[in-house]
């Protein structure tokens, strides 16, 4: 396209009566070539979708090389060039329609196929090949009516001035493509433009008369520039190309994620309903409903049913990260005493800490003021998850369980063991994601969620969470959170 602008732009500004002939024929050479690279560009682009035989290849090829062949060194197809002052007009050549023919085929050619291209690709791509398409179709319906049909028709030559318009159309139909559908990566391409522009003037520069004298350091500048252009044409197609590949995969990466939390939602979901069934029939069981049972089961069914409630906890700990990381956790706020809420999880865990025989006790000071705004149900399963780890975690020794009132507005909740206690550095990464302490791993089962869950929770109702441990000797678990005026 360029060839075809310089030399349709000098072809109007030179007199030179040999000079204009070759012009003119230089014009059609490049117009040639426009057309059937416009068809390469659009057979390749976004993809293949039609294969031709190979010797149609060679067909097209020699038919190419012949035309622009002829075009340029015979009279065959511009014979001559007439100037009257400004205009210039042009006496056809014998085999005039042959090009007509080419250029106007493989335009057709490559509209008809992007055309067909359309049903075939994604809506991204059919955003870009829209522009490209449209900018195509006008261009050249536009440079064909001014250097083709107009001058063929009217014998009016003058419209031929405004043909370079067309390949503007083009242009501006391929920058949109390129900044708003991302045809073509605009760092990669103003890279090119800027590289070329550099070369071009350096080898333009050669040819100046000033320019003898230096030729050998204006040679030396230009082959530097050429190596340096390479060499920052490659890193701008590699780096750009890998900041795509990354793109793409982050964005697969979060796909997958996203997957893997709505697995986890449902299967928890689905796993919860029949542990609340074997709950329900257990604690029927346990009451009475169907008759005195011997003891022996009824200390073997209170073990089911400290299991079964693990495994609700669990469960409902895997339910509460997706809910808290896809911010669908829904909160009832309400003032209750948290003193109520540790003695009710406290005496769900007594038939554990009696069976692992750890000396499991609660404190709780009676003029304490422990009324709290939070979510109860909520409260009730943070504390669960602390009470039950200092009991997983403890082999022997105690668990103790007790409130205590730091300052005037704030109540501290603490659960203190004699279990193997967490380094300094393991405690600050306790409460994320999916973390368990390395020499627990293996020993005990768990997911690394239940400090997690509760530290979000707890964040929730204004509170602080932590951990003071000697490794060795035990942990006390802590929580904190603001005293309501009742
Ligand atoms: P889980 O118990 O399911 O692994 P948690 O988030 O409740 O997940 O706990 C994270 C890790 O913190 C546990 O894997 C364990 O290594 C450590 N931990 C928690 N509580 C205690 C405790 N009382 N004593 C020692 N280590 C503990």
């Not at 030179?14 to 416009?38: D, E, K, Q």
């Not at 196929?113 to 870009?128: M, S, T």
């Not at 399963?381 to 103790?400: D, F, M, P, Q, R």
């Not at 020993?443 to 929730?460: N, P, Q, V």
């Amino acid at each position: 396209m360029t060839g075809w602008i310089v030399s349709l732009f000098l072809f109007y500004k030179i007199a030179n009566p040999n000079l204009v002939l070759f012009l003119g024929r230089l014009n059609f050479f490049f117009s040639i070539l426009l057309s059937s690279s416009v068809f390469v560009f659009v057979y390749f682009f976004p993809k293949i979708i039609w294969k031709f035989p190979s010797g149609i290849y060679w067909l097209a090829g020699a038919e190419n090389i012949f035309l622009l062949l002829i075009t340029l060194f015979t009279p065959l197809i511009d014979k001559a060039e007439l100037i009257d002052g400004a205009a210039r007009s042009t006496v056809y050549g014998n085999l005039y329609l042959w090009f007509v023919i080419h250029f106007l085929g493989y335009i057709f050619l490559s509209c008809y196929l992007l055309l067909r291209k359309i049903g075939h690709l994604n809506n991204v791509e059919k955003g870009q090949v829209k522009f490209v398409l449209f900018g195509i179709l006008l261009g050249v319906a536009f440079g064909s009516s001014t250097n083709i049909i107009i001058p063929l028709i009217f014998n009016y030559y003058d419209a031929q001035n405004l043909g370079i318009l067309s390949a503007i159309i083009f242009a501006a139909f391929a920058f949109l493509s390129i900044s708003k559908h991302r045809f073509l990566n605009l760092q990669i391409v103003a890279t090119h433009v800027v590289t070329f522009l550099i070369w071009s003037l350096l080898i333009l520069d050669l040819f100046l008369p000033a320019t003898k004298n230096l030729l050998f350091l204006d040679i030396l500048v230009l082959f530097l520039m050429v190596s340096f252009g390479v060499i920052l044409l490659r890193n701008v197609v590699h780096e750009v190309s890998q900041k795509q590949q990354l793109e793409e995969l982050t964005k697969k990466l979060h796909d997958l994620d996203q997957q893997k939390n709505e697995f986890i939602s449902m299967a928890a979901h689905e796993l919860r309903a029949p542990m609340t069934a074997i709950k329900g029939y257990i604690s029927m069981i346990l009451e009475g409903d169907v008759g005195n049972i011997p003891p022996k089961a009824r200390e073997y069914l209170v073990d089911v049913n400290s299991i079964n409630d693990r495994m609700v906890r669990l469960v409902n700990n895997m339910l509460n990260v997706s809910r808290i990381e896809e911010g669908r956790m829904s909160f009832q706020f309400e003032k209750d005493e948290l003193s109520r809420v540790i003695r009710t999880v406290y005496s769900q865990f007594l038939p554990e800490a009696n069976r692992k025989g750890l000396d499991y006790k609660v404190q709780i000071p009676s003029d304490i003021k422990d009324k709290v705004y939070a979510d109860v149900d909520k409260l009730h399963e943070v504390v669960g998850n602390l009470i039950s780890n200092a009991i997983k975690y403890t082999e022997k020794g105690h668990v103790y369980v007790r409130l205590v009132q730091p300052s005037e507005g704030i109540i501290r909740f603490e659960v203190e063991d004699t279990g193997p206690g967490i380094t300094k550095e393991e405690q600050e990464k306790l409460f994320q994601k999916f973390y368990r302490v390395e020499s627990n791993v293996g020993k005990t089962t768990g997911t690394g969620l239940g400090l997690y869950i509760s530290r979000l929770m707890i964040e929730k109702f204004n509170g602080k969470i932590g951990v003071d441990s000697d490794p060795g000797k035990g942990s006390v678990f802590w929580f904190e959170l603001p005293v309501q005026q009742n």
